[in-house]
Every structure is written in structure tokens, then in C-alpha cells.
């Protein structure tokens, strides 16, 4: 596709249920972000891949937060046990190169932990 | 926790006026971008300026960066309502491959 597709791009969840978030970044994208997203706040780094290599999980909030990207394309946010200050959209960003390049976002996922 | 911090966290301006808003960070970086969104949407990129720059424009929008100041400005000349949107600056820290984000500015042009 021509842009970061990301799915779903709504869910509901309940306490304590598992979820799973899709990113299919740009093709070709070497640098995979992950943000979380506040109501009224700036997104916050979560983890950071390049390739398949995840060099950076400094961001994840707690071990129930888990990602990873086997191929060095396609990403997966799971987020077990979820809790209710979880609820927030979570964004992917993908890039061309490992920095100083533009970070392309997409339209993100919104999450509501019931 | 956030590094760069936008002013004003709100401005109303009028179709047509120009609008100014700020950045302040604190660590040493690599570049600095702006992006905006739209309600509900996604992050656009709208310009990156490198640490080495000063002063980059594109269309009616010029940023400027003072690495000495640790900040940054984004000017929007001549806007529109479809200008309405928050914006974001977003900061590459020496070394790091992240970007870390304030909270953003929210403006509304009235028409």
C-alpha cells in the first residue's frame, strides 16, 4: 500500500482481556516506531525496530506490553492482561532509514479497555 | 516523559493572520520535525530541519531552529481553516533512533 496501514483501527477490550495491533509499515521502511497516544497529550515512544531487531523497548510501560517483527516487516503490539489505563491510540511510524528521515505515521489504533 | 514543550497549548487566530508557535527542548539532537493532526487522524509530516540548519521553508510554512536556545518555531503564513489542527514538534536526540514528542499546539482559524 501506499501508506502505514494499521488495524483494527478501533477496539474494545475488556480488563484483563489480550489484544493484538497491526502495523504494515511502507515497503522497503527500515525503521519501525511504536507511540502511545494520550487523550490531549503527545505520543510516547514505545519501541523501536530496525529490520527485525527491536533496539529499543525503553518506552513499554510494563511486561504485560510485548512487540516484535519476525520478518522485518510486518509488526505486532500485543498487550496482555489489559487495564484500563492501557486505553489510549496506539501509533506506528515507519521510515527509510535508521534516522534523520521523515517518519511516516499511520491513522493508529484506538484502544478502550472496559 | 516529553522533551520538547509547545507554546502556546492553544491559539485562535482569523482566516488570513499568521500563526506562530514554539518548541523548547532539552537534550543535544540530531534534527528536529513538526507534524500536525487532525482530529481523530493520524500524525502528518510537514518539514524536518536538521540540527545544522537554521531556517527551512516549505509552502506557507517556515520553521527555524536555534540550537543554542534549544528551540524552535513554526510559522504558518496566510492560514486557512483547513489549517485547524494540532501540532506537534518532535525532536531525534543525538545517537537515539526515537522521536520524542511534546503535547502539542491546538489551533483554530476562524473563516
Known amino acids: 500500500g501506499a501508506g502505514v496501514s494499521q488495524s483494527p483501527r478501533y477496539k474494545v477490550a475488556k480488563r484483563g482481556q489480550d489484544v493484538a495491533l497491526r502495523c504494515d509499515p511502507i515497503s522497503g521502511h527500515v525503521s519501525l516506531f511504536w507511540y502511545q497516544q494520550a487523550l490531549g497529550q503527545g505520543p510516547e515512544f514505545l519501541t523501536y525496530f530496525q529490520n527485525e531487531a527491536q533496539l529499543d523497548k525503553s518506552g513499554l510501560p510494563s511486561d504485560r506490553f510485548f512487540a516484535e517483527r519476525p520478518e522485518g516487516s510486518v509488526s505486532t503490539l500485543k498487550i496482555q492482561r489489559t487495564q484500563q489505563e492501557d486505553s489510549a491510540v496506539y501509533l506506528c511510524a515507519s521510515s527509510l532509514y535508521v534516522r534523520g528521515t521523515e517518519a511516516f505515521f499511520g491513522q493508529g489504533t484506538r484502544l478502550t479497555v472496559v | 516523559s516529553q522533551q520538547g514543550e509547545e507554546d502556546p497549548q492553544a491559539l485562535s487566530i482569523q482566516e488570513g493572520e499568521n500563526a506562530t508557535m514554539n518548541c523548547s527542548y532539552k537534550?543535544?539532537?540530531?534534527?528536529l520535525q513538526w507534524y500536525r493532526q487532525n482530529s481523530g487522524r493520524g500524525l502528518v509530516h510537514l518539514i524536518l530541519i536538521r540540527s545544522n540548519e537554521r531556517e527551512k521553508h516549505s509552502g506557507r510554512l517556515r520553521v527555524t531552529l536555534d540550537t543554542s536556545k534549544k528551540s524552535s518555531s513554526l510559522l504558518i503564513t496566510a492560514s486557512r481553516a483547513a489549517d485547524t489542527a494540532s501540532y506537534f514538534c518532535?525532536?531525534?536526540?543525538?545517537?537515539?533512533?526515537?522521536?520524542?514528542f511534546g503535547d502539542g499546539t491546538t489551533l483554530t482559524v476562524k473563516p
Open positions: 537534550t543535544s539532537i540530531n534534527n
Open positions: 518532535a525532536t531525534d536526540e543525538t545517537n537515539a533512533g526515537k522521536s520524542t
